[in-house]
């Protein structure tokens, strides 16, 4: 009898129910990253450092070694990692939480230092987990639990634009920034996830592929309306683009 | 064959890290540390190995776990304020069941503290600076020598164990030039097989993964326990200690690090004199030699802890003592001269003596 993973491989996991909240952008990722580590044939040497958050959760779902690294701190763990197996792949699975607010200064060190390692920051402009919070990366005018009249630029900041902030960053291999709010954008998210990958497997330097992604828990919507809300505010304020691709000097995937 | 080098003893802390097999050293630059960092960048590559000079000490101690989950020993250095920035990853490490070896150039606090060697942070080594119960085992080296003496040692608690070793040293012993003796180089991290638990891909084993947070409330039970069960092993197993002319003591003078150095000259010059005065150097910090006063003769009177802090041992020699001996203490920190003086050592264990 064919089974799930006779289908689609080894990588996913079928035999528990993920935890994310239905209509989660997680789910997608999640399967997109399982997907590539299927096609590149590169499970058995592949370690995950998934960050804290609704992304810590992940792991569960793929069939790879994994870690639970602390709070922002897994790019710091995967370097670590791969400088004891350097022939391994490693890459970090973190939330917008995890990466751009606790996190920000290990990302920062890890692009600028350029060391074959791929980061996947999941950017659902709020904090998830905890129940709905302000991200560093909640647009302007978001209503969040802490920021009930929604985020005023003057008192909080600007929404950070983390791959922008990586571009003139030399170790930077690979860099984009995707979506998962239609089918276009999944299939275009999936070939950025498969070149950061790829940028590793070549040791051409860091690669790192933000993904925006609906929270409808997070933002109290219905999942066609967190959808639409991703696809019409958060995409207008993060612009949905490839900065970077090193492999276009080799031969792109 | 036996090499003598002259060597700061940060250097020698290098020096037999490198002799003992660990290839790598995850640091950033802290007073009075540095020198560990300044000596492996410049000697692990002729080994094969490296120096990572991390962003932050948040990152050093994190790259290490990274390191360590690949079933490599890996090497931090630190001192005070680094230390507690530190304590986050340790705590993992910890949960984690990962090996490390540390050390901490003690310096003077609390905040940003002074450069000043001193013995401050001995409740944050023992006590664990994070958070949960868990626990570092720590090694308090008096020279250079027993640095390099303890660093085989040190390795072996760390991988038979899997729990980071953290060696505490303080600044001034750290910044003395001393003759040390090295043994013939040999790896000891290779004596250990890591395949059964580390993380090297599921090529030759079933998935594996480090899970510390989202765990269920029975797998938390489970972990919980097991950590406690082998911290009661180590307690039991693990403790270390040196002491001289406790026998017929009256006075047993208690110290770690280099007031325990100075213990046997100023036991040496009591005996010379007549007096009955012992002491008890402990070597291992966390376990505490607790068996080294299960026993103390009828014939002390009052016990003298001496340290570089304002009282921080003191409660554990208080603890192991149990209230059958008075139990005082001496200590100094901060300032130009942040150590007790063999002179004040003296004159307070003379006072004890004395009954006063
Ligand atoms: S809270 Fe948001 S990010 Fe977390 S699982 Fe639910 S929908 Fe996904």
Same mark, same amino acid.
């Given at each position: 009898?064919?089974?799930?993973?006779?289908?689609?491989?080894?990588?996913?996991?079928?035999?528990?129910?993920?935890?994310?909240? /239905?209509?989660? &952008?997680?789910?997608?990722?999640?399967?997109?990253?399982?997907?590539?580590?299927?096609?590149?044939?590169?499970?058995?040497?592949?370690?995950?450092?998934?960050?804290?958050?609704?992304?810590?959760?992940?792991?569960?779902?793929?069939?790879?070694?994994a870690?639970?690294?602390?709070?922002?701190?897994?790019?710091?763990?995967?370097?670590?990692?791969?400088?004891?197996? /350097?022939? %391994?792949?490693?890459?970090?699975?973190?939330?917008?939480?995890?990466?751009?607010?606790?996190?920000?200064?290990?990302?920062? %060190?890890?692009?600028?230092?350029?060391?074959?390692?791929?980061?996947?920051?999941?950017?659902?402009?709020?904090?998830?987990?905890?129940?709905?919070?302000?991200?560093?990366?909640?647009?302007?005018?978001?209503?969040?639990?802490?920021?009930?009249? &929604?985020?005023?630029?003057?008192?909080?900041?600007?929404?950070l634009? !983390?791959?922008?902030?990586?571009?003139?960053?030399?170790?930077?291999?690979?860099?984009?920034?995707?979506?998962?709010?239609?089918? #276009?954008?999944? #299939?275009?998210?999936?070939?950025?996830?498969?070149?950061?990958?790829?940028?590793? !497997?070549?040791?051409?330097?860091?690669?790192?592929?933000?993904?925006?992604? /609906?929270? /409808?828990?997070?933002?109290h919507?219905?999942?066609?309306?967190?959808?639409?809300?991703?696809?019409?505010?958060?995409?207008?304020?993060? #612009?949905?683009?490839?900065?970077?691709?090193?492999?276009? #000097?080799?031969?792109?995937? | 064959?036996?090499?003598?080098?002259?060597?700061?003893?940060?250097?020698?802390?290098?020096e037999?890290?490198?002799?003992?097999?660990?290839?790598?050293?995850?640091?950033?630059?802290?007073t009075? *540390?540095?020198?560990?960092?300044?000596?492996?960048?410049?000697?692990?590559?002729? @080994?094969?190995?490296?120096?990572?000079?991390?962003?932050?000490?948040? *990152?050093?101690?994190?790259?290490?776990a990274g390191?360590?989950?690949?079933?490599?020993?890996? *090497?931090?250095?630190?001192?005070?304020?680094?230390?507690?920035?530190?304590?986050?990853?340790?705590?993992?490490?910890a949960?984690?069941?990962?090996?490390?070896?540390?050390?901490?150039?003690?310096?003077?606090?609390?905040?940003?503290?002074?450069?000043?060697?001193?013995?401050?942070?001995y409740?944050?080594?023992?006590?664990?600076?994070?958070?949960?119960?868990?626990?570092?085992?720590?090694?308090?080296?008096?020279?250079?020598?027993?640095?390099?003496?303890?660093?085989?040692?040190?390795?072996?608690? *760390?991988?038979?164990?899997?729990?980071?070793?953290?060696?505490?040293v303080?600044?001034?012993?750290?910044?003395?030039?001393?003759?040390?003796?090295?043994?013939?180089?040999?790896?000891?991290?290779?004596?250990?097989?890591?395949?059964?638990?580390?993380?090297?891909?599921?090529?030759? @084993?079933?998935?594996?993964?480090?899970?510390?947070?989202?765990?269920?409330?029975?797998?938390?039970?489970?972990?919980?326990?097991?950590?406690?069960?082998?911290?009661v092993? =180590?307690?039991?197993?693990?403790?270390?200690?040196?002491?001289?002319?406790?026998?017929?003591?009256?006075?047993?003078?208690?110290?770690?690090?280099?007031?325990?150095?100075?213990?046997?000259?100023?036991?040496?010059?009591?005996?010379?004199?007549?007096?009955?005065?012992?002491? =008890?150097?402990?070597?291992?910090?966390?376990?505490f030699?607790?068996?080294?006063?299960?026993?103390?003769?009828?014939?002390?009177?009052?016990?003298?802890?001496?340290?570089?802090? @304002?009282?921080?041992?003191?409660?554990?020699?208080?603890?192991?003592?149990?209230g059958?001996?008075?139990? @005082?203490?001496?200590?100094?920190?901060?300032?130009?001269?942040?150590?007790?003086?063999?002179?004040?050592?003296?004159?307070?264990a003379?006072n004890?003596?004395?009954?006063?």
């Amino acid at each position: 009898m064919q089974t799930l993973a006779d289908y689609y491989g080894k990588t996913l996991k079928f035999d528990k129910l993920t935890s994310y909240c /239905p209509g989660c &952008g997680h789910g997608i990722v999640t399967r997109l990253v399982a997907e590539t580590i299927e096609a590149m044939g590169i499970r058995e040497k592949t370690m995950a450092v998934v960050g804290i958050g609704c992304g810590g959760f992940s792991h569960h779902y793929l069939e790879v070694d994994a870690m639970e690294a602390i709070h922002g701190r897994s790019p710091a763990s995967a370097i670590g990692y791969k400088i004891a197996l /350097p022939d %391994h792949i490693v890459f970090t699975y973190q939330g917008d939480g995890d990466t751009s607010a606790i996190g920000l200064h290990e990302i920062m %060190h890890a692009a600028n230092r350029g060391m074959p390692i791929t980061c996947i920051m999941v950017n659902n402009s709020v904090f998830g987990m905890t129940g709905g919070q302000m991200s560093p990366t909640s647009i302007p005018g978001q209503v969040t639990s802490t920021t009930a009249t &929604g985020r005023d630029v003057a008192v909080h900041g600007y929404p950070l634009l !983390v791959p922008e902030m990586m571009r003139a960053m030399q170790g930077v291999s690979y860099l984009a920034r995707e979506s998962v709010v239609d089918v #276009k954008s999944i #299939k275009k998210a999936a070939k950025s996830i498969r070149n950061a990958f790829e940028c590793q !497997v070549r040791g051409l330097g860091f690669s790192f592929v933000e993904v925006i992604s /609906p929270c /409808p828990t997070g933002l109290h919507l219905s999942v066609p309306d967190a959808y639409a809300f991703a696809a019409k505010e958060t995409l207008s304020y993060f #612009k949905p683009q490839v900065f970077k691709n090193e492999l276009e #000097k080799n031969d792109e995937v | 064959m036996k090499e003598t080098l002259f060597l700061k003893n940060t250097e020698t802390f290098a020096e037999s890290m490198i002799r003992c097999g660990i290839r790598c050293h995850f640091a950033y630059p802290i007073t009075p *540390a540095t020198d560990v960092m300044k000596y492996t960048s410049r000697m692990l590559p002729e @080994h094969g190995g490296r120096m990572v000079q991390m962003e932050s000490e948040l *990152a050093v101690s994190n790259a290490l776990a990274g390191y360590a989950c690949a079933g490599k020993l890996g *090497a931090t250095s630190t001192s005070g304020p680094g230390m507690t920035l530190m304590q986050e990853a340790i705590g993992f490490m910890a949960a984690g069941e990962l090996p490390c070896i540390m050390l901490d150039a003690m310096r003077v606090g609390p905040g940003d503290g002074d450069i000043i060697g001193a013995q401050s942070t001995y409740y944050q080594a023992t006590r664990g600076g994070g958070h949960g119960d868990y626990r570092v085992i720590v090694l308090a080296p008096s020279c250079g020598q027993e640095i390099a003496d303890l660093m085989p040692h040190g390795i072996k608690l *760390a991988m038979t164990y899997r729990n980071p070793v953290l060696f505490v040293v303080d600044g001034v012993t750290c910044q003395m030039t001393e003759t040390t003796s090295f043994e013939e180089p040999h790896d000891y991290t290779a004596d250990f097989d890591t395949s059964s638990w580390a993380f090297t891909g599921t090529a030759d @084993h079933p998935k594996r993964f480090l899970v510390t947070g989202s765990y269920t409330h029975e797998q938390g039970y489970e972990m919980n326990e097991k950590m406690r069960q082998k911290y009661v092993e =180590i307690s039991d197993k693990e403790q270390m200690w040196e002491q001289d002319q406790v026998e017929d003591a009256e006075v047993l003078v208690v110290a770690f690090g280099i007031h325990g150095r100075m213990c046997k000259d100023l036991v040496e010059a009591s005996r010379a004199k007549g007096k009955r005065v012992g002491f =008890i150097r402990p070597i291992t910090l966390w376990p505490f030699p607790d068996k080294a006063f299960e026993n103390i003769p009828a014939s002390v009177k009052s016990i003298l802890v001496v340290e570089m802090n @304002h009282g921080q041992m003191v409660d554990d020699v208080r603890l192991a003592v149990n209230g059958r001996v008075p139990v @005082h203490f001496l200590g100094k920190t901060g300032g130009e001269i942040p150590m007790c003086t063999l002179a004040e050592m003296t004159r307070e264990a003379n006072n004890l003596l004395e009954g006063e």
